[in-house]
C-alpha cells in the first residue's frame, strides 16, 4: 500500500541535499514520521498545510517500511502510519508538486 508524505520546499531540499532526514518539525517534535493514507491525504493538507505553495507530495510503499512502521490511533480515531526511523530517500517511489488551486491542493488522480 502506498503511503504519503507532505513537504514543504525546503523540508524537500533538505531530504534531497542529505539525504535522509527526521522530517518536519512536528515529526521530529513527536519522535516519529507522520504519513497519510490516500484516503487521509487531503484532510491532512487542509488541517496542517492550508494555503501553503509549493508544497511536494512523497509517495512511499508502507510493506518496505513495516519493521519501522507502526499504524496508530490519531486524528477522528483513524489509524495513521507513522514512521521510528529517518525517512530516507532511498524510500521514496515518487515526488510530485502538489499545487494549490483555487484554495484547495490538487492531488494526483492516480494515488492508490
Do not use: C, N
Not at 89 to 111: N, S, Y
Amino acid at each position: 500500500m502506498q503511503i504519503y508524505k507532505i513537504f514543504r520546499a525546503d523540508e524537500w531540499a533538505q531530504l534531497q541535499a542529505k539525504g535522509e532526514t527526521f522530517g518536519a518539525p512536528i515529526d521530529v517534535a513527536d519522535g516519529y514520521v507522520h504519513f497519510s493514507t490516500a484516503a487521509q491525504a487531503a484532510e491532512t493538507a487542509a488541517k496542517h498545510f492550508a494555503g501553503e505553495e509549493g508544497l511536494m507530495l512523497l509517495a512511499l510503499d508502507s510493506d518496505e517500511l513495516a519493521a519501522d512502521l507502526k499504524w496508530e490511533i490519531s486524528r477522528g480515531g483513524a489509524k495513521f502510519p507513522h514512521l521510528y526511523r529517518m525517512l530516507r530517500m532511498a524510500d521514496i517511489l515518487w515526488a510530485r508538486p502538489l499545487p494549490l488551486i483555487d484554495g484547495a491542493h490538487e492531488f494526483p488522480e492516480d494515488m492508490q
